[in-house]
């Protein structure tokens, strides 16, 4: 089946920038990464999980928590089976365990609800220090 890992996280001072990655595989069943919409959440501690963007299939739709929105970018390669999330000008309350999560276009209700994710990495820790 399908499987994501995120990598990247880490410790970063605030203003900073890191890019974080999601590498999938196990396509056997005959569709590419390339049929799957990537969405990328976080939740920090005591606190729900929330979206924070998502790329389509093709690359070509984008969306994005509003509060991210110009310091992050999310983007796809799909040669290499990997998305990626580029954050920019990193705030401390942008500390959390991000995640990567994969689903067909074709299943797409809303790239913002979680739930109609399947597949889900087991995510890495981003922290931005003051």
């Known amino acids: 089946q399908v499987q994501l890992v995120e990598s990247g996280g880490r410790l970063v001072e605030a203003g900073g920038s890191l890019r974080l990655s999601c590498t999938a595989s196990g396509f056997t069943t005959g569709r590419p990464f390339s049929y799957y919409a990537v969405g990328w959440f976080r939740q920090a501690p005591g606190k729900e999980r929330e979206f924070v963007a998502a790329i389509s299939w093709s690359g070509t739709n984008t969306s994005y928590r509003d509060i991210v929105k110009g310091r992050f970018t999310v983007s796809r390669d799909n040669a290499e089976n990997t998305a990626y999330l580029r954050m920019d000008s990193l705030k401390p309350e942008d500390t959390a365990v991000y995640f990567c999560?994969?689903?067909?276009?074709?299943?797409?209700?809303?790239?913002?609800?979680?739930?109609?994710?399947?597949?889900w990495g087991q995510g890495t820790q981003v922290t931005v220090s003051s």
């Open positions: 999560a994969a689903v067909l276009e074709t299943s797409v209700k809303f790239y913002s609800d979680a739930a109609g994710y399947p597949y």
